[in-house]
Every structure is written in C-alpha cells, then in structure tokens.
C-alpha cells in the first residue's frame, strides 16, 4: 500500500511543480497575423445603403438557403437576426424622429451583418478539427462541413457573433458567409456586392477597398462624387491579377457624398479584417463593436501552447485526478487494514 501511496503523491508533487514552472514563464503573445496581400473582401458604405435588402436575398439565393419567418403570415423572408440559413442581414439603427438618414440623433441608418473575414480569426484558432480555415491566397475564412464536430467553440470565439449553429437539425452544422468562394470558378463574386444597386457593398481586394475607403473619407460632404458599384477593379492589375472575375462595364455612377465618421472599421481592429466599413453614425452605434488592435487569437493561442506544449495543462489535470482519486484511495486503504485488523 505504502507504495502505491508514494506513487500517487509523487505524481502531485510532480503535476504541482510543472505547473509552477509553467507559471514562472508568462507566454509571449505571438504577432497578429496580418491579410494576405491578395486578400479579398468587401467594401460596406452604411451612407449609400437604402435599406432594400436586396443583398439580404440575393446572399439567400447564392448559398442556397431557405427562408426564416418572424411574421405570422409568412408572406416574406423575415429573419431577426444572422442564423445558420442567413448569412448577411440589413440591421436598422433608429433615434428619435428618425428623420435624417445617417444622423445618430433623430436619425436612421443601415449596417450590414456577416463575416468580416478577419486577418487573424479567432474561429479558425479556436476550432479544435481545423473545420475553419482561412485561405493562403485570399484569406477568405472557409468552412468545411465534413471536418466539423459541432463542438461550437467558433460560435464562442467570434468577436462579431457570426457563426451561427444550426439548431434545428439533427447533424447540426455552423452557417456563416464564406465571401461566395463557391462562385469564384464561374468567375463570379459576392452576390450581395454584384446585386446591390448602389454600390453599398462592393467587392474587390480588401487593399484596393481600402484605398477606396479613405478616398470617400477626403471627400467634402455634400459634393458629388464618383462611386463605383460591384466590384471595384484594381488601378494596377493590367487584367490579369484579377483574371477569373468576370469583366463588368463600368458601373459608377454620380452621388452626393455623406456625412463620414473618419474611421475605417476593419482597418486595424482585431488585427484587421478583409471586410471593411464606412458609416455616419458611431460604429458602436450601429452594432460593431470596439475592439482592440491585437487580435484574440494571438493571445489565447500563446496561452494553449504554453499550458499544452509542456504537458503543463495535462499534469496539472492528472494532478487534481489524482488528488481526488487519492483521497478515496486512502479511505480503501484504511478500510483494508480495518478488514484486516478485524479478521
Ligand atoms: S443591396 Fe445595397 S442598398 Fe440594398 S440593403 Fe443591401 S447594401 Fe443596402
Ligand atoms: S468575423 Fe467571426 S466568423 Fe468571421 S472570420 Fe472573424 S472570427 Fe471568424
Ligand atoms: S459574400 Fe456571399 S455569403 Fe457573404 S454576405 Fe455576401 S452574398 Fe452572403
């Protein structure tokens, strides 16, 4: 007995002492990762975006996704929220009389939900089958249905609340945008950006979106102004960077330019994300939330590595097990030499 009780206390001394020496050595966050430089993405300009929605169906019909209700009559597509079947939702921020769009008192404006594709994603981090992954080239955040355990550490780790577990299915399956990477063999790109009418969502790569961006930020309010609508078409490609894409007649058109905040959201926070936003009211405001610079991922990633590449994590796990199991382990022992005592 004696024996396997100096096994078992040498096992926590020794669990107890990798855990010490693992806490002596505080992790070093890693660098964020930074977007690829071909990274694609989209453009959201809340001021030229009129509420249609059209991308809102559009998105559905790309990805083959049936319609959610909210309404009794079930006349229309009505989804509250982003979900498993909706990808991309239209979200309204309302004050006061509502009556000028884009003002945050007595105002309205619109902001668009989905994926924003971030350079260093905590969904991809986070998953423990590599189901989420993001793309070398374009860095888009892919997902791989046939990977996925359902474990939902993705839902949790999203700092935007954008994958969404599919509940209503016995083999339930995460459901968030993937940029439409299905359409890019036909040359094809995002449906929201290809069927918006007024170039709110535009599709290109996040540098030349960016770009795009701060141009619109040096406008003067109230000028006219050119805006391209679609997909934006890179100043240096010469054609063929951009090669699989279908070519589009030109389709900018003339408008009045609005009231900015003069930030780029997406530009720098979370580390940067592929999909990027303009808008008139405070972000905050409009639903995104503010976010440091230095992605979550590069954190908690240092911290996994520590407590797992020493076995630091698993000893001390083994070390509490065996505590627990030592106490009952001491009470059998004692009950055997009370047996024993007693024969
Ligand atoms: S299609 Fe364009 S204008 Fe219409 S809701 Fe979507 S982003 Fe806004
Ligand atoms: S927004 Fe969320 S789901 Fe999309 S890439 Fe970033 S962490 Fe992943
Ligand atoms: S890129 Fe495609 S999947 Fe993503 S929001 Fe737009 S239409 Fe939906």
């Given at each position: 007995m004696s024996t396997r009780r100096n096994f078992l206390r040498g096992m926590v001394a020794a669990s107890g002492a990798a855990v010490a020496a693992g806490a002596a050595k505080p992790a070093a966050a890693r660098e964020t990762r930074q977007r690829p430089p071909e990274a694609l993405g989209l453009l959201f300009d809340a001021t030229l975006c009129v509420g249609c929605k059209a991308c809102v169906a559009a998105c559905k019909q790309a990805n083959d996704n049936p319609a959610e209700f909210s309404t009794v009559d079930r006349l229309w597509d009505t989804p509250l929220d982003t979900s498993a079947h909706t990808f991309n939702l239209i979200k309204m921020y309302r004050s006061g009389t509502m009556q000028t769009k884009d003002a945050e008192e007595n105002g309205y404006a619109f902001m668009k939900t989905s994926c924003?594709?971030?350079?260093?994603?905590s969904c991809v981090s986070a998953c423990p089958v590599s189901a989420m992954t993001k793309n070398?080239?374009?860095?888009v955040v892919e997902y791989d249905a046939d990977a996925c355990?359902?474990?939902?550490y993705c839902v949790v780790a999203c700092p935007f609340g954008i994958p969404k577990y599919e509940y209503d299915s016995p083999t339930g399956k995460i459901g968030k945008c993937e940029l439409c990477r299905h359409r890019y063999k036909d040359g094809r790109y995002s449906a929201c950006a290809e069927v918006c009418p007024t170039g709110a969502t535009l599709f290109g790569r996040s540098a030349d979106l960016l770009a795009e961006a701060k141009r619109r930020l040096a406008l003067k309010p109230g000028e006219t102004a050119v805006f391209p609508r679609g997909r934006l078409r890179a100043?240096?490609?010469?054609?063929?960077?951009?090669?699989v894409w279908r070519e589009e007649p030109d389709q900018s058109y003339e408008n009045v330019v609005g009231s900015y905040q003069q930030h780029v959201y997406?530009?720098?926070?979370?580390?940067?994300?592929?999909v990027l936003k303009l808008s008139g009211v405070p972000f905050e405001k409009v639903g995104m939330p503010k976010l440091p610079p230095e992605a979550a991922a590069a954190h908690s990633e240092s911290i996994q590595h520590m407590l797992y590449g020493g076995l630091v994590m698993p000893l001390a796990v083994l070390g509490a097990m065996t505590f627990i199991a030592r106490r009952h382990v001491r009470h059998d022992d004692e009950n055997e030499g009370e047996n024993r005592d007693g024969r």
């Open positions: 924003m594709h971030c350079a260093d994603p070398p080239e374009n860095g355990i359902g474990c939902r100043a240096d490609e010469g054609g063929v960077r951009h090669a997406g530009e720098t926070e979370y580390g940067g994300t592929q």
